[in-house]
């Protein structure tokens, strides 16, 4: 009785002191850090309060189907999301995967989307706009990868996509602006297509799931991952160096921040970790550049998100003739993901000439800026690792999208909750996202990756 009497004194002592307004005078205790604390317990940590992370921590919410029920974490290395994989990216959305599991999220990314308020909806708050422009994605092949292009597209029919193949004649006619030349086949997204505000969607997921009682935003305390010793996979072991997680997603039942956080998160009481091996490494994201431009004669309003044979890829920014676009550096041309600095020759150097070959207009282009963000990359296959660890049974992961897992994020969350809340998938079965492809050395390929 005293115990529990003397629990529920603190407990009070706890309740007042934020009502003091700064603490003692201001004074704030030694090793105190600094912003709010995480609460003592949750039942769901999720480590990376990116889009993915937070559309988890609002499937958990909507999925459990009551409020005050699971106690649900969202932490955040980064709360001003100033180099967040989401807000930088460019933010589109297609259905033009290779994949079957890749293009079934996609669809229901789009539905969900498309539905938005529906699902993120908050009573007497204004109405989610996501400001979508469903102008497509335009894709085009060489003539040795027609012939791949044409099964993909195939397998994309099958599976309820609404896509055109064009020959070089009717891509003319249709967008008069491309040169053609080197141009074998082309597809084109006709449905659910094009791109989003990623900011929006990012705070939607978050408004709604606190609202749900889906858990706060906290700083993240640093901890520390495995040391990787072999690129796939790492043994299983302890100590190593200290990394970023960034957009690693992952919960621990059971966590606690009593005793004080050490620097490192346990998980079911054991603070080894497997390294995340499809990031390749610590640091693990490589990261990529995105560039604008002005060009006053370039492509109107039907201009898509085009990606080159060469790699490079644009889509219109507005509608006063104004770019976005970049193209993926090769593997000895990576920068140093410790330094998000933009390289500008990069642009003049590669991208622009490949723009302009492929647009004529855009031999005239002004550059106006550019950024850098991080690419969430799996080294591996290209493609997000989903699911719970082979060993440890508290732990799951949702990581490694590899450009796509802004537009899959809505069904990654879904699909994750399900596995937490149910035991298993019941709306996607993407049992061939886990993590037993990586162990047994069997890449599951996706062509579509820009």
Same mark, same amino acid.
């Given at each position: 009785?005293?115990?529990?009497?003397?629990?529920?004194?603190?407990?009070?002592?706890?309740?007042?002191?934020?009502?003091?307004?700064?603490?003692?005078?201001?004074?704030?205790?030694?090793?105190?850090?600094?912003?709010?604390?995480?609460?003592?317990?949750?039942?769901?940590?999720?480590?990376?309060?990116?889009?993915?992370?937070?559309?988890?921590?609002?499937?958990?919410?909507?999925?459990?189907?009551?409020?005050?029920?699971?106690?649900?974490?969202?932490?955040?290395?980064?709360?001003?999301?100033?180099?967040?994989?989401?807000?930088?990216?460019?933010?589109?959305?297609?259905?033009?995967?290779?994949?079957?599991?890749?293009?079934?999220?996609?669809?229901?990314?789009?539905?969900?989307?498309?539905?938005?308020?529906?699902?993120?909806?908050?009573?007497?708050?204004?109405?989610?706009?996501?400001?979508?422009?469903?102008?497509?994605?335009?894709?085009?092949?060489?003539?040795?990868?027609?012939?791949?292009?044409?099964?993909?597209?195939?397998?994309?029919?099958?599976?309820?996509?609404?896509?055109?193949?064009?020959?070089?004649?009717?891509?003319?006619?249709?967008?008069?602006?491309?040169?053609?030349?080197?141009?074998?086949?082309?597809?084109?997204?006709?449905?659910?297509?094009?791109?989003?505000?990623?900011?929006?969607?990012?705070?939607?997921?978050?408004?709604?799931?606190?609202?749900? !009682? @889906?858990?706060?935003?906290? &700083? *993240?305390?640093?901890? +520390?991952?495995?040391?990787?010793?072999?690129?796939? /996979? #790492? $043994?299983?072991?302890? !100590? @190593?160096?200290?990394?970023? &997680? *960034?957009?690693?997603? +992952?919960?621990?039942?059971?966590?606690?921040?009593? /005793? #004080? $956080?050490?620097?490192?998160? @346990?998980?079911?009481?054991? &603070?080894?970790?497997?390294?995340?091996?499809?990031?390749?490494?610590?640091?693990?994201? #490589?990261?990529?550049?995105?560039?604008?431009?002005?060009?006053?004669?370039?492509?109107?309003?039907?201009?898509?998100?085009?990606?080159?044979?060469?790699?490079?890829?644009?889509?219109?920014?507005?509608?006063?003739?104004?770019?976005?676009?970049?193209?993926?550096?090769?593997?000895?041309?990576?920068?140093?993901?410790?330094?998000?600095?933009?390289?500008?020759?990069?642009?003049?150097?590669?991208?622009?000439?490949?723009?302009?070959?492929?647009?004529?207009?855009?031999?005239?282009?002004?550059?106006?800026?550019?950024?850098?963000?991080?690419?969430?990359?799996?080294?591996?296959?290209?493609?997000?690792?989903?699911?719970?660890?082979?060993?440890?049974?508290?732990?799951?992961?949702?990581?490694?999208?590899?450009?796509?897992?802004?537009?899959?994020?809505?069904?990654?969350?879904?699909?994750?909750?399900?596995?937490?809340?149910?035991?298993?998938?019941?709306?996607?079965?993407?049992?061939?996202?886990?993590?037993?492809?990586?162990?047994?050395?069997?890449?599951?390929?996706?062509?579509?990756?820009?």
């Amino acid at each position: 009785e005293l115990g529990l009497g003397l629990g529920r004194l603190g407990q009070i002592l706890k309740d007042q002191v934020p009502a003091w307004g700064g603490g003692w005078g201001g004074w704030t205790p030694p090793g105190t850090p600094p912003g709010p604390r995480p609460p003592e317990e949750a039942d769901v940590v999720v480590v990376g309060g990116g889009v993915v992370g937070w559309s988890v921590a609002y499937w958990l919410k909507a999925l459990e189907g009551r409020r005050h029920g699971m106690r649900v974490l969202v932490v955040e290395r980064d709360p001003t999301y100033s180099q967040a994989s989401t807000v930088l990216s460019v933010g589109g959305i297609r259905q033009q995967f290779s994949l079957p599991e890749n293009i079934r999220m996609s669809r229901f990314s789009a539905s969900f989307l498309r539905d938005i308020n529906e699902y993120l909806g908050v009573l007497n708050e204004p109405p989610v706009d996501i400001q979508f422009q469903p102008s497509g994605y335009l894709f085009l092949a060489p003539p040795q990868g027609a012939a791949r292009m044409e099964a993909t597209v195939r397998l994309q029919r099958e599976e309820g996509v609404q896509v055109a193949l064009l020959s070089p004649t009717q891509l003319k006619a249709k967008f008069p602006w491309i040169d053609t030349e080197d141009v074998a086949m082309a597809s084109y997204g006709l449905e659910d297509e094009g791109w989003f505000d990623p900011w929006t969607l990012l705070n939607a997921f978050r408004r709604k799931a606190v609202s749900l !009682g @889906g858990g706060g935003l906290n &700083p *993240l305390v640093p901890f +520390f991952w495995v040391g990787v010793t072999s690129r796939y /996979p #790492p $043994p299983l072991q302890s !100590g @190593g160096e200290q990394c970023e &997680p *960034l957009n690693a997603i +992952f919960f621990g039942r059971g966590y606690t921040s009593q /005793p #004080p $956080p050490p620097p490192h998160l @346990g998980v079911g009481g054991q &603070p080894e970790l497997l390294s995340p091996i499809f990031f390749g490494g610590c640091p693990p994201h #490589p990261y990529r550049y995105v560039y604008s431009w002005h060009c006053p004669d370039g492509p109107g309003f039907s201009c898509p998100l085009l990606i080159d044979t060469t790699g490079a890829y644009f889509r219109r920014d507005g509608i006063a003739g104004n770019y976005l676009g970049g193209m993926s550096p090769s593997e000895e041309e990576e920068p140093d993901p410790g330094d998000l600095s933009v390289d500008h020759d990069f642009f003049q150097e590669r991208v622009w000439p490949r723009l302009a070959r492929r647009v004529p207009a855009f031999a005239s282009l002004r550059p106006r800026g550019a950024w850098a963000g991080y690419y969430d990359h799996n080294a591996f296959d290209r493609n997000g690792v989903l699911g719970p660890h082979p060993k440890l049974e508290n732990l799951f992961l949702a990581a490694g999208f590899s450009g796509h897992g802004l537009q899959h994020a809505p069904a990654v969350g879904r699909a994750v909750a399900e596995l937490v809340v149910k035991g298993r998938y019941e709306s996607l079965d993407l049992g061939r996202l886990g993590w037993r492809r990586l162990v047994e050395g069997e890449p599951l390929e996706e062509d579509g990756v820009v």
